[in-house]
């Protein structure tokens, strides 16, 4: 009889079985994922390594490198085909490969898994040109199937030290700086920067300066006005604001500085730039440069003319004018030089005259020399100035002319002395041949009219004291004539005393009574009753007055009204002689003084009776104008000093 075993054990049996068999393909399903998801965490691991901006390369227990990424290749500038199965000493430097090596093998031996390498965390690289270039290195190891793998990461680092390097080079730039640089924070407004040349300027030290702000040293600037500079920084209205104040130094002497301020990134925080400049120096050169400017602008203004500079044209376009242009030529400066309305080649100077300066400045300019030329101007009223000009020339680098400097003044008045001194020498000149001719001839016409005279009275027939009359007549003019040369000559001398103008003219007039009736001409005086005496030569006063009244007599052939007029002014006596005659031109009124000048017939005058009446006055301290149109008539004006005590003494 067989035993089997019970049927509900068998079936507890295969339920184990099928529930094992289950928890193994469960497990199995687990391992491949693990073995799944490891592939796929190192498929995640290599494609990090690959990407990585840090050198990674892994090396065996040889050194041997196994993996080099791609920023390995980049950094060390060698393929990776090239670097597997190599060690790494090819990418340190020759001197330092056996330190390297046993650094290495020391760090595998001390079972540490991560460290960092060489001294201050850097270590030299060797690039494949050759290169040597600083890195930042860690290294860790790991175990795998009883085999040691070591990771090496390597950061280059060679620009970073170039940036620490430069702005160290620039750090000691700016903390030697001779300006002022400060850096103040944006919110506490605390100095937290203050370069070497600023601490020594103001007198405080670093640690005193972190716990003060800008507004401590700006005595003069209100905090309302210096936070409304910062506002433009901080709202971007401005990139930079510039503007002068002053500083106050620790021993609380200021200064004045311009400061430039602006609003800059540091480190992740805002701050405030400020680069101070001490403008002591350059506030004293400012104030003696503004003296300067002061001084030449007082001393132009006060030159007697105009100071220029021109181009070198035709035209003397000017490129400045003083303003004594408008005294000088009566254009005010920018009508000559702005608007250039106004051209001084065209239309102020006289064109006569124009192309000789412009050749005498031309040759000076040739020669390198300064140049002086006299010429003359018509001024915006149309009257005439003679001018005399010095200047030089304005000379490049290579020689071209580029301008003309130089200044212009009014000798109208010189060149009037100088027309005078000239008169004046000819006139003595004219005196002395005129004294010697009076005496030469006077002597044998007196003996002509004598024995004339004489034959005269003896002649028996009417026809022989006719011809006679005739001799007398003409030798009395030729007497006359001498007469007035020696009046001319003055060789008499003056006496002068107190005289009563009135009482000359009253005895001038009783003389040419019956000329002035004859003429038809009508007597008007006009006399002061309270009449000032004059010092003068009372003969010589009678002259003047007959010599005028004369020439007015013939300027009035055909009739006509002759006024005289005595009237006191400040300190003068004015006789006044107008006629209604012919007139006298404006070319002829420029020389009636002169000697032997006349607007006569010939032989209505000798041209001496002028120039005799000029000389008087002048010996008397006086003087005499003359106006005249023509066809209306002319007035003569004698002015002669008055009468007083003191004068008298002198005289």
């Given at each position: 009889m067989?035993?089997?075993?019970p049927?509900?054990?068998l079936?507890?049996?295969?339920?184990?079985?099928?529930?094992e068999?289950?928890?193994?393909?469960?497990?199995?399903?687990?391992?491949?994922?693990?073995?799944?998801?490891?592939?796929?965490?190192?498929?995640q691991?290599?494609?990090?390594i690959?990407s990585?901006?840090?050198?990674?390369?892994?090396?065996?227990?040889?050194?041997?490198?196994?993996?080099?990424n791609?920023?390995?290749?980049?950094?060390?500038?060698?393929?990776?085909?090239?670097?597997?199965?190599?060690t790494?000493?090819q990418?340190?430097?020759?001197?330092?490969?056996?330190?390297?090596?046993?650094?290495v093998?020391?760090?595998?031996?001390?079972g540490a898994?991560?460290?960092?390498?060489?001294?201050g965390?850097?270590?030299?690289?060797?690039r494949?040109n050759?290169?040597?270039f600083?890195?930042e290195?860690?290294?860790?190891?790991?175990e795998?199937s009883?085999?040691?793998?070591?990771?090496?990461?390597?950061?280059d680092?060679?620009q970073?030290?170039?940036?620490e390097?430069?702005?160290?080079?620039?750090?000691?730039i700016?903390?030697?700086?001779v300006n002022?640089?400060?850096?103040f924070d944006?919110?506490?407004l605390?100095?937290?920067?203050?370069?070497?040349?600023?601490r020594?300027?103001i007198?405080?030290?670093?640690e005193?300066?972190?716990?003060?702000?800008?507004?401590?040293?700006?005595p003069?600037?209100?905090?309302?006005q210096?936070?409304?500079?910062?506002?433009?920084?901080?709202?971007?209205?401005?990139?930079?604001?510039?503007?002068?104040t002053?500083?106050?130094?620790?021993?609380?002497?200021?200064?004045?500085?311009?400061?430039h301020?602006?609003l800059?990134?540091?480190?992740g925080?805002?701050?405030?730039?400020?680069?101070i400049?001490?403008?002591?120096?350059r506030?004293?050169?400012?104030?003696?440069?503004?003296?300067a400017?002061?001084?030449?602008t007082?001393l132009?203004?006060?030159?007697?003319?105009?100071?220029y500079r021109?181009?070198?044209?035709?035209?003397?376009?000017?490129?400045?004018?003083?303003?004594?242009?408008?005294?000088?030529?009566?254009?005010?400066?920018e009508?000559?030089?702005?608007?250039?309305?106004?051209?001084?080649?065209?239309?102020v100077?006289?064109?006569?005259?124009?192309?000789?300066?412009?050749q005498?400045?031309?040759?000076?300019?040739?020669?390198?020399?300064?140049?002086q030329s006299?010429y003359?101007?018509?001024?915006?009223?149309?009257?005439?100035?003679w001018v005399?000009?010095?200047g030089c020339g304005?000379f490049?680098?290579t020689?071209?002319?580029?301008?003309?400097e130089g200044?212009?003044?009014?000798?109208?008045?010189?060149r009037?002395?100088?027309?005078?001194?000239?008169?004046?020498e000819?006139?003595?000149?004219?005196?002395?041949?005129a004294?010697?001719?009076?005496?030469?001839?006077?002597?044998?016409?007196n003996?002509?009219?004598?024995?004339?005279?004489?034959l005269?009275?003896?002649?028996?027939?009417?026809?022989t004291?006719?011809?006679?009359?005739?001799?007398?007549?003409?030798v009395?003019?030729?007497?006359?004539?001498?007469?007035?040369l020696?009046?001319?000559?003055?060789?008499?001398?003056t006496?002068?005393?107190?005289?009563?103008?009135?009482?000359?003219?009253?005895?001038?007039?009783?003389?040419?009574?019956?000329?002035l009736?004859?003429?038809?001409?009508q007597?008007?005086?006009?006399?002061?009753?309270?009449?000032?005496?004059v010092l003068?030569?009372?003969?010589?006063?009678?002259q003047?007055?007959?010599?005028?009244?004369?020439?007015?007599?013939?300027?009035?052939?055909?009739?006509?009204?002759?006024s005289?007029?005595?009237?006191?002014?400040?300190d003068?006596?004015e006789?006044?002689?107008?006629?209604?005659?012919?007139?006298?031109s404006?070319?002829?009124?420029?020389?009636i003084?002169?000697?032997f000048f006349?607007?006569k017939a010939?032989?209505?005058?000798t041209?001496l009776?002028l120039?005799?009446?000029h000389?008087?006055l002048?010996?008397?301290?006086?003087?005499i104008r003359?106006?005249s149109?023509?066809?209306?008539?002319?007035?003569?004006i004698?002015?002669?000093?008055?009468?007083?005590e003191?004068?008298g003494?002198?005289a």
């Open positions: 067989s035993h089997d075993p049927l509900p054990d079936h507890r049996e295969v339920s184990v079985l099928r529930q068999l289950a928890e193994l393909r469960a497990v199995q399903a687990m391992h491949q994922e693990a073995r799944d998801g490891l592939e796929a965490i190192e498929q691991l290599a494609g990090i690959h990585a901006m840090d050198a990674i390369i892994i090396i065996d227990d040889d050194q041997r490198i196994v993996v080099f791609a920023a390995a290749e980049e950094i060390f500038q060698c393929p990776a085909q090239e670097a597997l199965g190599n790494l000493d990418f340190i430097p020759l001197p330092l490969r056996f330190a390297h090596r046993e650094h093998r020391q760090f595998a031996e001390t898994t991560s460290r960092r390498m060489g001294a965390m850097e270590i030299s690289g060797l494949g050759g290169e040597i600083p890195l290195a860690s290294i860790s190891q790991t795998r009883g085999k040691r793998w070591l990771t090496v990461i390597l950061r680092i060679s970073r030290k170039q940036n390097e430069r702005l160290s080079y620039l750090g000691r700016l903390e030697d700086s002022e640089i400060y850096v944006d919110t506490t605390r100095f937290t920067q203050v370069n070497k040349g600023a020594e300027n007198g405080h030290t670093m005193e300066l972190r716990v003060m702000t800008p507004l401590d040293l700006k003069d600037l209100p905090n309302d210096f936070l409304e500079l910062l506002a433009l920084l901080r709202t971007g209205q401005r990139e930079q604001v510039v503007f002068r002053t500083h106050r130094r620790k021993d609380r002497t200021t200064y004045p500085v311009e400061v301020l602006q800059i990134q540091e480190e925080r805002r701050v405030f730039l400020a680069i400049m001490d403008l002591t120096e506030v004293a050169t400012e104030q003696e440069l503004q003296e400017q002061r001084t030449l007082t132009i203004k006060n030159l007697p003319g105009m100071v021109c181009e070198n044209d035709r035209d003397w376009t000017m490129e400045f004018v003083s303003p004594s242009c408008q005294d000088l030529t009566g254009y005010p400066p009508k000559l030089v702005q608007s250039r309305e106004v051209s001084y080649g065209r239309d100077m006289f064109q006569e005259d124009r192309e000789r300066v412009w005498e400045v031309q040759g000076a300019l040739n020669d390198r020399k300064p140049f006299s003359r101007i018509r001024t915006v009223e149309g009257s005439v100035k005399w000009e010095q304005i490049s680098e020689g071209e002319v580029v301008g003309i200044y212009v003044v009014d000798i109208t008045q010189q009037a002395l100088e027309d005078q001194l000239r008169k004046t000819r006139l003595a000149e004219l005196g002395t041949l004294s010697g001719m009076a005496h030469e001839i006077g002597t044998p016409m003996v002509i009219l004598g024995r004339a005279e004489l005269m009275r003896k002649a028996p027939d009417k026809s004291r006719q011809g006679l009359e005739t001799i007398v007549t003409q009395e003019r030729i007497t006359k004539i001498m007469n007035q020696l009046s001319f000559a003055r060789k008499r001398p006496v002068r005393q107190r005289v009563n103008l009135e009482t000359v003219m009253i005895d001038v007039l009783d003389v040419l009574q019956e000329r009736g004859k003429n038809h001409i007597v008007l005086k006009t006399i002061s009753p309270y009449l000032p005496t003068a030569d009372p003969d010589h006063m009678n003047v007055l007959l010599n005028l009244i004369l020439n007015a007599c013939q300027a009035m052939a055909d009739g006509g009204t002759l005289l007029t005595l009237h006191p002014t400040d003068s006596v006789l006044t002689v107008q006629d209604t005659g012919t007139g006298i404006r070319e002829e009124l420029a020389k003084f002169d000697p006349s607007t010939v032989g209505e005058g041209g009776g120039t005799v009446v000389g008087i002048q010996e008397h301290q006086g003087a003359v106006t149109v023509p066809g209306q008539g002319t007035t003569f004698v002015s002669l000093p008055m009468y007083s003191e004068v003494r002198k």
